[in-house]
């Protein structure tokens, strides 16, 4: 347990992160399956469409520390060749 008044801050401040930071895992995460969803569909419009929103949900989520830049634009990057492929 916590001995001073800035530790015990940190405690609760790093439980407040965790959990946004897990909700916005969980949504990137979301938005990527209703990508993957649509490719094997085959349905490369709608595709293409949602691969802009989880692009840019994404990114934001890299931009915020949750995600590493490198595998955001990987997985982005991978959605994309799959989505030229079809």
Known sequence: MANHKSAKTRIV???KRSLI???RRSRV???VKKVDALINAKDKEA????LKVAESEMMRAAQKG???KNTAS???SRLAQKIKAL
């Open 29 to 31: 995460r979301t938005f």
């Open 13 to 15: 401040r790093n439980h």
């Open 66 to 68: 949750v995600f590493h």
């Open 47 to 50: 595709a293409a469409t949602a």
């Open 74 to 76: 990987r997985t982005i």
């Open 21 to 23: 930071n897990g909700a």
